[in-house]
Protein backbone atom coordinates (compact mmCIF):
# COMPACT_ATOMS: atom_id res chain seq x y z
CA UNK A 1 0.00 0.00 0.00
CA UNK A 2 2.75 2.49 0.62
CA UNK A 3 5.59 3.37 -1.66
CA UNK A 4 9.25 2.12 -0.89
CA UNK A 5 10.15 5.55 0.36
CA UNK A 6 7.96 7.63 2.90
CA UNK A 7 9.44 11.40 3.18
CA UNK A 8 8.05 14.11 5.38
CA UNK A 9 9.81 17.49 4.96
CA UNK A 10 9.13 20.55 7.35
CA UNK A 11 10.23 23.86 7.48
CA UNK A 12 11.80 24.74 10.76
CA UNK A 13 13.89 27.48 12.11
CA UNK A 14 15.87 28.61 9.03
CA UNK A 15 16.15 25.17 7.30
CA UNK A 16 14.58 22.50 6.61
CA UNK A 17 13.98 19.18 8.19
CA UNK A 18 13.59 15.62 6.46
CA UNK A 19 12.59 12.51 7.59
CA UNK A 20 12.48 9.87 5.66
CA UNK A 21 11.80 5.59 6.04
CA UNK A 22 13.20 3.39 3.07
CA UNK A 23 11.79 -0.03 2.77
CA UNK A 24 14.71 -2.44 2.11
CA UNK A 25 16.02 -5.68 3.88
CA UNK A 26 19.36 -4.42 4.10
CA UNK A 27 21.08 -8.15 3.81
CA UNK A 28 24.70 -8.01 4.99
CA UNK A 29 25.57 -11.41 2.58
CA UNK A 30 26.47 -12.83 6.28
CA UNK A 31 23.50 -14.41 7.48
CA UNK A 32 22.35 -17.85 7.27
CA UNK A 33 18.29 -19.14 6.12
CA UNK A 34 16.79 -21.70 8.28
CA UNK A 35 18.53 -24.17 6.23
CA UNK A 36 22.24 -22.76 6.35
CA UNK A 37 22.15 -21.18 3.03
CA UNK A 38 23.83 -18.11 2.81
CA UNK A 39 21.20 -15.18 2.23
CA UNK A 40 22.73 -13.04 -0.85
CA UNK A 41 23.97 -9.70 0.26
CA UNK A 42 21.57 -6.92 -0.94
CA UNK A 43 21.79 -3.47 0.76
CA UNK A 44 22.00 0.57 -0.27
CA UNK A 45 24.94 1.43 -1.54
CA UNK A 46 24.09 5.32 -2.35
CA UNK A 47 21.22 7.47 -1.31
CA UNK A 48 20.70 10.96 -2.72
CA UNK A 49 18.25 13.85 -1.00
CA UNK A 50 17.35 16.68 -3.55
CA UNK A 51 15.44 19.97 -3.12
CA UNK A 52 14.36 21.19 -6.35
CA UNK A 53 16.72 19.26 -8.23
CA UNK A 54 19.67 20.30 -6.23
CA UNK A 55 21.48 17.98 -4.38
CA UNK A 56 21.92 18.79 -0.77
CA UNK A 57 22.73 14.95 0.27
CA UNK A 58 24.99 12.14 -1.15
CA UNK A 59 25.27 9.86 0.55
CA UNK A 60 27.05 6.04 0.36
CA UNK A 61 26.04 3.86 2.39
CA UNK A 62 27.09 -0.04 3.12
CA UNK A 63 26.12 -3.25 4.92
CA UNK A 64 26.28 -1.65 8.56
CA UNK A 65 23.34 -0.11 8.25
CA UNK A 66 20.10 -1.29 9.11
CA UNK A 67 16.95 -3.06 7.70
CA UNK A 68 14.17 -0.33 6.70
CA UNK A 69 16.73 2.60 6.88
CA UNK A 70 15.18 5.68 8.86
CA UNK A 71 16.92 8.98 7.73
CA UNK A 72 16.91 12.10 9.54
CA UNK A 73 18.79 15.32 8.23
CA UNK A 74 18.21 19.15 8.10
CA UNK A 75 19.22 21.54 5.19
CA UNK A 76 19.69 25.37 5.36
CA UNK A 77 16.13 27.41 3.63
CA UNK A 78 13.45 26.08 1.35
CA UNK A 79 10.43 26.96 1.42
CA UNK A 80 6.57 25.51 1.42
CA UNK A 81 5.43 23.86 -1.49
CA UNK A 82 9.44 23.30 -2.77
CA UNK A 83 9.68 19.89 -3.93
CA UNK A 84 12.11 17.20 -1.59
CA UNK A 85 12.90 13.92 -3.38
CA UNK A 86 15.30 10.78 -1.84
CA UNK A 87 16.48 8.08 -3.99
CA UNK A 88 18.62 5.06 -3.16
CA UNK A 89 20.51 2.57 -5.13
CA UNK A 90 21.48 -0.62 -3.89
CA UNK A 91 24.38 -2.86 -4.84
CA UNK A 92 21.85 -5.32 -6.83
CA UNK A 93 21.21 -2.26 -8.95
CA UNK A 94 17.64 -2.06 -7.66
CA UNK A 95 16.43 1.46 -7.05
CA UNK A 96 13.42 3.74 -4.84
CA UNK A 97 12.75 7.23 -5.25
CA UNK A 98 10.22 9.44 -3.47
CA UNK A 99 9.02 12.74 -3.20
CA UNK A 100 7.23 15.32 -1.30
CA UNK A 101 6.37 18.71 -0.88
CA UNK A 102 7.57 20.99 2.05
CA UNK A 103 5.35 21.72 4.35
CA UNK B 1 23.05 29.57 -7.49
CA UNK B 2 20.87 29.98 -5.03
CA UNK B 3 22.30 30.66 -1.43
CA UNK B 4 19.13 29.18 1.07
CA UNK B 5 19.64 25.98 -0.52
CA UNK B 6 23.11 25.59 0.44
CA UNK B 7 22.77 21.91 1.48
CA UNK B 8 24.22 22.20 4.86
CA UNK B 9 23.84 18.79 6.77
CA UNK B 10 23.37 19.47 10.29
CA UNK B 11 22.27 16.20 11.26
CA UNK B 12 21.92 12.82 9.83
CA UNK B 13 20.80 9.95 12.15
CA UNK B 14 21.53 6.31 10.37
CA UNK B 15 20.40 2.89 12.56
CA UNK B 16 23.40 0.89 13.17
CA UNK B 17 23.00 -2.71 12.64
CA UNK B 18 25.60 -3.48 14.67
CA UNK B 19 23.50 -1.40 17.71
CA UNK B 20 20.74 -4.52 17.31
CA UNK B 21 22.19 -6.89 20.13
CA UNK B 22 22.92 -4.32 22.40
CA UNK B 23 19.65 -2.64 21.81
CA UNK B 24 17.75 -5.90 23.82
CA UNK B 25 19.74 -4.75 26.67
CA UNK B 26 17.50 -2.41 28.66
CA UNK B 27 19.79 0.22 29.77
CA UNK B 28 21.25 0.34 26.42
CA UNK B 29 18.39 0.52 24.56
CA UNK B 30 17.27 3.22 26.16
CA UNK B 31 20.35 5.47 25.12
CA UNK B 32 20.38 3.69 21.72
CA UNK B 33 16.32 5.13 21.94
CA UNK B 34 17.36 8.30 23.17
CA UNK B 35 19.43 8.87 20.05
CA UNK B 36 15.88 9.08 17.73
CA UNK B 37 14.95 12.11 19.37
CA UNK B 38 11.60 12.91 18.79
CA UNK B 39 11.92 10.77 15.96
CA UNK B 40 9.81 7.83 15.39
CA UNK B 41 8.99 6.39 12.33
CA UNK B 42 5.05 5.40 13.20
CA UNK B 43 5.14 9.28 11.96
CA UNK B 44 4.65 7.95 8.70
CA UNK B 45 2.22 5.49 9.37
CA UNK B 46 -0.29 7.65 11.33
CA UNK B 47 -0.46 10.10 7.95
CA UNK B 48 -1.16 6.93 6.48
CA UNK B 49 -4.14 6.23 9.31
CA UNK B 50 -5.33 9.54 9.10
CA UNK B 51 -5.37 9.19 5.17
CA UNK B 52 -7.41 5.82 5.32
CA UNK B 53 -9.69 7.01 7.53
CA UNK B 54 -11.11 10.11 5.81
CA UNK B 55 -10.91 8.30 2.27
CA UNK B 56 -13.86 6.71 0.96
CA UNK B 57 -13.64 3.06 0.88
CA UNK B 58 -15.25 0.15 -0.09
CA UNK B 59 -18.77 -1.22 -2.00
CA UNK B 60 -20.13 1.98 -0.15
CA UNK B 61 -17.42 4.32 -1.12
CA UNK B 62 -17.52 5.50 2.41
CA UNK B 63 -15.34 7.11 4.59
CA UNK B 64 -14.78 6.08 8.55
CA UNK B 65 -15.99 9.22 9.49
CA UNK B 66 -19.20 8.10 10.86
CA UNK B 67 -17.56 5.08 12.64
CA UNK B 68 -18.78 5.57 16.72
CA UNK B 69 -15.70 4.60 18.73
CA UNK B 70 -17.16 5.45 21.90
CA UNK B 71 -17.56 8.64 22.55
CA UNK B 72 -19.81 9.67 19.36
CA UNK B 73 -19.60 9.04 15.77
CA UNK B 74 -16.46 10.16 13.94
CA UNK B 75 -15.27 11.67 18.06
CA UNK B 76 -11.49 9.96 17.22
CA UNK B 77 -9.66 12.20 19.89
CA UNK B 78 -9.44 10.36 23.35
CA UNK B 79 -11.36 7.12 21.73
CA UNK B 80 -8.61 4.73 21.97
CA UNK B 81 -7.89 5.58 25.91
CA UNK B 82 -11.19 4.49 26.89
CA UNK B 83 -11.57 1.34 24.70
CA UNK B 84 -12.37 -1.51 25.34
CA UNK B 85 -15.80 -0.64 26.17
CA UNK B 86 -19.77 -2.05 26.13
CA UNK B 87 -20.77 -1.13 22.71
CA UNK B 88 -24.95 -1.10 22.78
CA UNK B 89 -25.35 -1.26 18.87
CA UNK B 90 -23.40 -4.70 19.09
CA UNK B 91 -24.07 -6.24 22.49
CA UNK B 92 -20.48 -6.52 22.83
CA UNK B 93 -17.42 -5.60 24.48
CA UNK B 94 -14.93 -4.33 21.89
CA UNK B 95 -11.30 -3.07 21.47
CA UNK B 96 -10.02 -0.51 18.69
CA UNK B 97 -9.71 -3.48 15.62
CA UNK B 98 -12.80 -5.47 16.79
CA UNK B 99 -15.12 -1.50 16.35
CA UNK B 100 -12.91 -0.76 13.30
CA UNK B 101 -14.35 -4.19 11.55
CA UNK B 102 -17.53 -3.43 12.73
CA UNK B 103 -17.74 0.04 11.04
CA UNK B 104 -15.96 -1.42 8.08
CA UNK B 105 -18.10 -4.05 7.55
CA UNK B 106 -21.23 -1.45 8.53
CA UNK B 107 -20.26 1.65 7.40
CA UNK B 108 -18.03 0.82 4.19
CA UNK B 109 -19.92 -2.77 3.23
CA UNK B 110 -16.72 -5.11 2.97
CA UNK B 111 -16.88 -8.02 4.23
CA UNK B 112 -15.12 -10.17 7.23
CA UNK B 113 -13.47 -11.93 4.89
CA UNK B 114 -11.56 -9.61 3.49
CA UNK B 115 -10.79 -7.23 7.01
CA UNK B 116 -9.47 -10.85 7.85
CA UNK B 117 -7.21 -11.77 5.65
CA UNK B 118 -3.96 -9.93 6.55
CA UNK B 119 -5.12 -7.75 9.34
CA UNK B 120 -1.06 -7.94 10.65
CA UNK B 121 1.56 -7.64 8.56
CA UNK B 122 3.98 -10.13 8.07
CA UNK B 123 7.87 -9.80 7.79
CA UNK B 124 8.77 -7.79 5.02
CA UNK B 125 5.47 -6.07 4.85
CA UNK B 126 4.83 -2.44 4.44
CA UNK B 127 2.06 -1.73 7.02
CA UNK B 128 -1.47 -2.74 6.67
CA UNK B 129 -4.38 -0.47 6.61
CA UNK B 130 -5.40 -2.04 10.33
CA UNK B 131 -2.28 -0.81 11.75
CA UNK B 132 -2.16 2.50 10.34
CA UNK B 133 -5.46 3.43 11.52
CA UNK B 134 -4.64 1.91 15.12
CA UNK B 135 -1.34 3.43 14.93
CA UNK B 136 -3.58 7.31 14.15
CA UNK B 137 -6.23 6.93 16.65
CA UNK B 138 -4.17 5.97 19.27
CA UNK B 139 -1.82 9.25 18.23
CA UNK B 140 -5.26 10.85 18.88
CA UNK B 141 -5.17 9.76 22.80
CA UNK B 142 -1.52 10.29 23.48
CA UNK B 143 -1.31 12.08 26.75
CA UNK B 144 -4.54 10.99 27.67
CA UNK B 145 -5.34 8.06 30.72
CA UNK B 146 -6.00 4.91 30.21
CA UNK B 147 -9.59 4.32 31.05
CA UNK B 148 -11.55 1.74 29.96
CA UNK B 149 -15.02 1.04 30.50
CA UNK B 150 -15.74 -1.08 33.81
CA UNK B 151 -19.47 -0.08 34.65
CA UNK B 152 -21.48 -1.85 32.17
CA UNK B 153 -21.70 -5.63 33.53
CA UNK B 154 -20.28 -7.11 30.36
CA UNK B 155 -17.09 -5.02 30.80
CA UNK B 156 -16.52 -6.58 34.08
CA UNK B 157 -16.58 -9.88 33.00
CA UNK B 158 -15.07 -9.17 30.23
CA UNK B 159 -12.03 -8.36 32.60
CA UNK B 160 -12.56 -11.11 35.13
CA UNK B 161 -12.89 -13.37 31.56
CA UNK B 162 -9.46 -11.66 31.25
CA UNK B 163 -7.97 -12.48 34.47
CA UNK B 164 -9.06 -16.57 33.77
CA UNK B 165 -7.56 -16.48 30.24
CA UNK B 166 -4.25 -14.86 31.90
CA UNK B 167 -3.88 -17.40 33.97
CA UNK B 168 -4.75 -20.26 30.80
CA UNK B 169 -2.04 -22.68 30.79
CA UNK B 170 -2.56 -25.30 28.10
CA UNK B 171 -0.38 -26.45 24.81
CA UNK B 172 2.81 -28.89 24.73
CA UNK B 173 4.54 -26.40 26.60
CA UNK B 174 2.20 -25.62 29.60
CA UNK B 175 2.53 -21.87 28.91
CA UNK B 176 0.41 -18.95 30.18
CA UNK B 177 0.27 -15.51 29.72
CA UNK B 178 1.42 -15.43 33.09
CA UNK B 179 4.19 -18.07 33.08
CA UNK B 180 6.20 -14.91 31.45
CA UNK B 181 4.00 -11.84 32.77
CA UNK B 182 3.19 -12.49 36.47
CA UNK B 183 5.95 -11.41 38.41
CA UNK B 184 8.14 -8.48 38.01
CA UNK B 185 11.83 -8.40 37.35
CA UNK B 186 12.59 -11.40 34.89
CA UNK B 187 13.22 -11.59 31.50
CA UNK B 188 13.66 -13.89 28.88
CA UNK B 189 17.00 -14.08 27.16
CA UNK B 190 17.73 -10.53 27.65
CA UNK B 191 14.14 -9.46 27.50
CA UNK B 192 12.94 -8.13 30.11
CA UNK B 193 9.16 -8.89 30.85
CA UNK B 194 7.09 -6.80 32.57
CA UNK B 195 4.48 -8.03 35.17
CA UNK B 196 1.28 -7.38 33.72
CA UNK B 197 -0.78 -8.06 37.08
CA UNK B 198 0.44 -5.24 38.58
CA UNK B 199 -0.02 -1.53 37.39
CA UNK B 200 3.14 -0.45 36.96
CA UNK B 201 4.22 -3.10 34.40
CA UNK B 202 0.79 -3.18 33.19
CA UNK B 203 1.00 0.46 32.64
CA UNK B 204 4.18 0.61 30.80
CA UNK B 205 2.96 -1.80 28.26
CA UNK B 206 -0.41 -0.89 27.45
CA UNK B 207 0.54 2.96 26.98
CA UNK B 208 3.40 1.94 24.65
CA UNK B 209 1.37 0.29 22.22
CA UNK B 210 0.77 0.57 19.17
CA UNK B 211 4.44 0.71 18.81
CA UNK B 212 6.99 0.79 15.60
CA UNK B 213 8.92 -2.01 16.28
CA UNK B 214 12.28 -1.33 14.95
CA UNK B 215 13.66 -5.09 14.59
CA UNK B 216 10.70 -5.43 12.22
CA UNK B 217 10.21 -1.93 10.26
CA UNK B 218 6.61 -1.87 10.96
CA UNK B 219 3.91 -0.78 13.47
CA UNK B 220 2.61 -3.32 15.51
CA UNK B 221 -0.77 -2.64 17.31
CA UNK B 222 -1.57 -4.43 21.15
CA UNK B 223 -4.15 -6.90 19.30
CA UNK B 224 -0.90 -8.29 17.29
CA UNK B 225 0.80 -8.42 20.77
CA UNK B 226 -1.58 -10.60 21.74
CA UNK B 227 -1.15 -12.95 19.03
CA UNK B 228 1.94 -13.18 19.01
CA UNK B 229 2.06 -14.10 22.41
CA UNK B 230 -0.34 -16.93 21.80
CA UNK B 231 2.27 -17.99 19.34
CA UNK B 232 5.22 -18.14 21.70
CA UNK B 233 2.98 -20.27 23.87
CA UNK B 234 2.79 -22.45 21.18
CA UNK B 235 -0.57 -22.16 20.55
CA UNK B 236 -3.10 -21.40 17.40
CA UNK B 237 -3.63 -18.11 16.27
CA UNK B 238 -6.01 -15.88 17.79
CA UNK B 239 -8.39 -14.15 16.20
CA UNK B 240 -8.40 -10.70 15.42
CA UNK B 241 -10.88 -8.61 17.73
CA UNK B 242 -12.03 -11.69 18.99
CA UNK B 243 -13.90 -12.29 22.52
CA UNK B 244 -10.49 -13.60 24.01
CA UNK B 245 -8.85 -11.01 22.46
CA UNK B 246 -10.41 -8.02 23.86
CA UNK B 247 -11.13 -10.05 27.16
CA UNK B 248 -6.98 -10.06 27.48
CA UNK B 249 -6.63 -5.93 26.58
CA UNK B 250 -9.56 -5.27 28.87
CA UNK B 251 -7.81 -7.25 31.91
CA UNK B 252 -4.38 -5.04 30.68
CA UNK B 253 -6.24 -2.30 30.13
CA UNK B 254 -8.41 -1.91 33.70
CA UNK B 255 -4.53 -3.09 35.35
CA UNK B 256 -3.24 0.34 33.55
CA UNK B 257 -5.73 2.73 34.64
CA UNK B 258 -5.07 6.23 35.13
CA UNK B 259 -1.33 5.95 33.24
CA UNK B 260 -0.78 7.74 30.54
CA UNK B 261 -1.21 6.96 26.81
CA UNK B 262 2.44 7.50 25.38
CA UNK B 263 1.87 5.97 21.78
CA UNK B 264 2.69 5.00 19.18
CA UNK B 265 6.00 3.68 21.18
CA UNK B 266 8.95 2.66 19.44
CA UNK B 267 10.39 -0.91 20.72
CA UNK B 268 12.97 -3.13 19.91
CA UNK C 1 0.35 -48.60 46.75
CA UNK C 2 -2.64 -49.62 44.75
CA UNK C 3 -5.29 -48.80 46.93
CA UNK C 4 -3.53 -45.32 45.98
CA UNK C 5 -3.99 -45.90 42.52
CA UNK C 6 -7.93 -46.67 42.29
CA UNK C 7 -8.59 -43.32 44.62
CA UNK C 8 -6.34 -40.50 42.29
CA UNK C 9 -8.64 -40.89 39.18
CA UNK C 10 -11.64 -39.84 41.78
CA UNK C 11 -9.55 -36.83 43.19
CA UNK C 12 -9.00 -35.59 39.79
CA UNK C 13 -12.62 -36.05 38.78
CA UNK C 14 -13.34 -33.83 42.01
CA UNK C 15 -10.88 -31.14 41.23
CA UNK C 16 -13.03 -30.76 37.78
CA UNK C 17 -16.19 -30.46 39.46
CA UNK C 18 -14.55 -27.41 41.33
CA UNK C 19 -13.60 -26.03 38.98
CA UNK C 20 -15.36 -22.53 38.86
CA UNK C 21 -18.08 -21.94 36.03
CA UNK C 22 -15.36 -18.98 34.97
CA UNK C 23 -13.05 -21.17 34.01
CA UNK C 24 -14.62 -23.30 32.04
CA UNK C 25 -16.23 -20.21 29.96
CA UNK C 26 -12.72 -19.06 29.47
CA UNK C 27 -11.77 -22.32 27.51
CA UNK C 28 -14.54 -22.34 25.76
CA UNK C 29 -13.96 -18.51 24.89
CA UNK C 30 -10.70 -19.16 23.57
CA UNK C 31 -11.66 -22.05 22.06
CA UNK C 32 -13.68 -19.57 19.48
CA UNK C 33 -11.90 -17.05 19.68
CA UNK C 34 -8.77 -19.17 17.92
CA UNK C 35 -7.85 -20.82 14.72
CA UNK C 36 -6.02 -24.01 13.52
CA UNK C 37 -2.68 -22.31 12.03
CA UNK C 38 -0.17 -24.28 9.94
CA UNK C 39 -0.10 -27.85 11.94
CA UNK C 40 -1.37 -26.11 15.53
CA UNK C 41 -4.64 -27.04 15.82
CA UNK C 42 -7.40 -26.62 18.73
CA UNK C 43 -6.69 -29.43 20.12
CA UNK C 44 -3.95 -27.21 22.09
CA UNK C 45 -6.92 -25.25 23.60
CA UNK C 46 -7.80 -28.33 25.34
CA UNK C 47 -6.35 -28.72 28.96
CA UNK C 48 -5.45 -31.72 30.85
CA UNK C 49 -5.67 -32.28 34.58
CA UNK C 50 -2.51 -30.19 35.68
CA UNK C 51 -3.06 -27.87 33.01
CA UNK C 52 -6.48 -27.13 34.41
CA UNK C 53 -5.24 -27.10 38.01
CA UNK C 54 -2.44 -24.87 37.05
CA UNK C 55 -4.13 -22.44 35.63
CA UNK C 56 -5.71 -20.72 38.84
CA UNK C 57 -5.46 -16.80 39.29
CA UNK C 58 -3.29 -15.72 41.98
CA UNK C 59 -6.15 -14.89 44.41
CA UNK C 60 -7.35 -18.95 43.88
CA UNK C 61 -5.24 -21.27 45.63
CA UNK C 62 -5.57 -25.47 44.64
CA UNK C 63 -6.27 -27.62 47.31
CA UNK C 64 -3.05 -30.07 48.82
CA UNK C 65 -5.19 -32.79 48.06
CA UNK C 66 -4.76 -32.34 44.45
CA UNK C 67 -1.63 -31.49 44.42
CA UNK C 68 -0.14 -34.16 45.95
CA UNK C 69 -2.40 -36.79 44.04
CA UNK C 70 -0.98 -34.98 40.39
CA UNK C 71 2.55 -34.88 41.79
CA UNK C 72 2.23 -38.89 42.43
CA UNK C 73 0.61 -39.29 39.40
CA UNK C 74 3.30 -37.09 37.31
CA UNK C 75 6.17 -38.99 39.47
CA UNK C 76 4.64 -42.49 38.59
CA UNK C 77 4.85 -42.04 34.83
CA UNK C 78 8.43 -41.01 34.33
CA UNK C 79 10.23 -43.87 32.09
CA UNK C 80 13.97 -44.43 34.05
CA UNK C 81 16.85 -44.85 31.69
CA UNK C 82 19.46 -47.69 33.54
CA UNK C 83 21.94 -46.55 36.01
CA UNK C 84 24.90 -46.08 32.86
CA UNK C 85 22.24 -44.85 30.68
CA UNK C 86 21.74 -41.64 31.95
CA UNK C 87 24.18 -38.80 30.01
CA UNK C 88 24.46 -38.44 26.56
CA UNK C 89 26.79 -35.89 24.31
CA UNK C 90 27.64 -32.41 26.21
CA UNK C 91 28.15 -30.85 22.82
CA UNK C 92 24.82 -31.88 21.48
CA UNK C 93 22.94 -30.77 24.62
CA UNK C 94 24.27 -26.77 24.22
CA UNK C 95 22.63 -27.15 20.53
CA UNK C 96 19.20 -28.55 22.31
CA UNK C 97 19.53 -26.01 25.52
CA UNK C 98 20.32 -22.95 23.02
CA UNK C 99 17.47 -23.86 20.43
CA UNK C 100 14.39 -21.84 21.22
CA UNK C 101 12.54 -23.22 17.96
CA UNK C 102 9.74 -26.02 17.70
CA UNK C 103 6.19 -26.22 17.98
CA UNK C 104 5.28 -22.90 17.37
CA UNK C 105 2.86 -22.55 14.53
CA UNK C 106 5.94 -20.54 12.42
CA UNK C 107 8.25 -23.36 13.25
CA UNK C 108 9.10 -25.82 10.71
CA UNK C 109 8.35 -29.17 11.81
CA UNK C 110 10.52 -31.15 10.09
CA UNK C 111 13.40 -29.65 12.32
CA UNK C 112 14.03 -31.00 15.79
CA UNK C 113 12.53 -28.89 18.93
CA UNK C 114 14.69 -27.18 20.93
CA UNK C 115 14.80 -26.82 24.77
CA UNK C 116 15.00 -23.19 24.89
CA UNK C 117 17.18 -23.92 28.16
CA UNK C 118 18.92 -19.91 28.00
CA UNK C 119 15.42 -18.85 27.77
CA UNK C 120 15.02 -18.77 31.64
CA UNK C 121 17.92 -20.08 33.17
CA UNK C 122 21.73 -19.13 33.17
CA UNK C 123 24.01 -21.96 32.20
CA UNK C 124 27.53 -21.43 30.49
CA UNK C 125 28.93 -18.59 32.41
CA UNK C 126 30.05 -16.47 29.24
CA UNK C 127 27.00 -17.15 27.64
CA UNK C 128 25.29 -13.27 28.45
CA UNK C 129 21.92 -13.74 27.08
CA UNK C 130 20.15 -15.91 29.18
CA UNK C 131 16.77 -15.81 31.30
CA UNK C 132 15.73 -15.54 35.22
CA UNK C 133 12.55 -17.23 34.89
CA UNK C 134 14.26 -20.21 36.04
CA UNK C 135 18.01 -20.43 38.52
CA UNK C 136 20.99 -20.61 37.37
CA UNK C 137 21.87 -23.77 36.78
CA UNK C 138 26.13 -22.77 36.56
CA UNK C 139 28.24 -25.07 37.97
CA UNK C 140 25.58 -27.67 38.05
CA UNK C 141 27.85 -30.43 38.15
CA UNK C 142 29.42 -29.68 41.13
CA UNK C 143 26.03 -32.07 42.58
CA UNK C 144 27.94 -34.66 41.34
CA UNK C 145 26.68 -38.14 39.20
CA UNK C 146 25.41 -39.93 42.20
CA UNK C 147 22.91 -42.40 41.03
CA UNK C 148 19.96 -40.24 42.95
CA UNK C 149 21.62 -36.70 41.46
CA UNK C 150 20.81 -38.29 38.22
CA UNK C 151 17.38 -40.07 38.80
CA UNK C 152 16.69 -36.33 40.30
CA UNK C 153 17.66 -34.67 37.62
CA UNK C 154 16.05 -36.89 34.76
CA UNK C 155 12.59 -36.54 36.50
CA UNK C 156 12.81 -32.57 37.07
CA UNK C 157 13.70 -32.42 33.41
CA UNK C 158 11.09 -35.30 32.13
CA UNK C 159 7.92 -33.35 34.26
CA UNK C 160 9.30 -31.24 37.09
CA UNK C 161 5.64 -31.48 38.21
CA UNK C 162 7.21 -34.47 39.93
CA UNK C 163 8.78 -32.32 42.47
CA UNK C 164 6.88 -29.24 42.53
CA UNK C 165 3.29 -28.58 40.90
CA UNK C 166 2.90 -25.77 38.88
CA UNK C 167 5.89 -25.22 38.12
CA UNK C 168 6.81 -22.93 35.21
CA UNK C 169 8.82 -25.51 33.43
CA UNK C 170 7.36 -27.35 30.68
CA UNK C 171 7.44 -31.12 30.76
CA UNK C 172 10.47 -31.62 28.44
CA UNK C 173 9.58 -35.48 28.27
CA UNK C 174 6.15 -36.42 29.34
CA UNK C 175 4.69 -33.75 26.77
CA UNK C 176 7.10 -35.48 24.27
CA UNK C 177 8.89 -31.69 23.50
CA UNK C 178 12.27 -33.47 23.18
CA UNK C 179 13.01 -37.10 22.66
CA UNK C 180 14.82 -39.05 25.14
CA UNK C 181 18.06 -38.81 23.80
CA UNK C 182 17.81 -34.92 23.71
CA UNK C 183 17.23 -35.38 27.21
CA UNK C 184 20.40 -37.38 27.50
CA UNK C 185 22.61 -34.87 25.86
CA UNK C 186 20.91 -32.06 27.98
CA UNK C 187 21.90 -34.18 31.50
CA UNK C 188 25.40 -34.45 29.91
CA UNK C 189 25.16 -30.68 29.25
CA UNK C 190 24.46 -29.94 33.05
CA UNK C 191 26.45 -33.10 34.59
CA UNK C 192 29.19 -33.80 32.24
CA UNK C 193 33.06 -31.66 33.58
CA UNK C 194 33.99 -31.11 30.70
CA UNK C 195 30.81 -29.03 29.32
CA UNK C 196 31.01 -25.30 29.73
CA UNK C 197 28.07 -24.94 32.40
CA UNK C 198 30.90 -27.00 34.64
CA UNK C 199 33.89 -24.19 33.46
CA UNK C 200 33.77 -22.41 36.77
CA UNK C 201 34.57 -25.35 38.70
CA UNK C 202 38.30 -26.45 39.80
CA UNK C 203 38.40 -29.81 38.42
Not at chain 1, 66 to 90: H, I, Q, T, Y
Not at chain 3, 18 to 40: G, P, Y
Request: charged fraction near 20%; charge should be negative.
Amino acid sequence: MASRIRIRAQLKGDGCEVKALMRHPMETGLRKDQLGETIPARFITAVKVTHNDKIVLDAFWGAAVSANPFLGMRFKGGSVGDVVKVSWLDNQGDTGEGETQIR
Amino acid sequence: MISWCAGILSSLLLLLAPLWAWAQQDGIFDEYRAMFGDDNPAVFVIDEGEELWFSKAGPNSTSLEGCDLGLGAGVVEGAYAQLPRYFADTDRVQDVESRLEHCMIELQGKTREEIHAKPYSLRGDLGTEMEALVAWLAEQSRGLAIAPGQAHPSERSSYELGEQLFYFRAGPHDFSCATCHGQSGKRIRLQSLPDLTAHEGAAEAYSSWPAYRISQGIVRTMGWRMRDCFRQQRMPELIMGSEAAVALQTYLAVNAAGATMAAPGLKR
Amino acid sequence: MTRMKTIKPLVLLCCFLINSALADEAAMLLKSSMADKNFVTLERVERDALQSFCSKPRSEEGDIETANALRESARAAVPMPTEDDFLGDWQRGEAVANNGRGLQYSDNPEQPNGGNCYACHQLDPDEVAYGTLGPSLTGYGARGQSLSMLEYTWIKLWNTHAYNVCSHMPRFGAAGILSEQQLKDVMAYLLDPRSPVNSGLSP
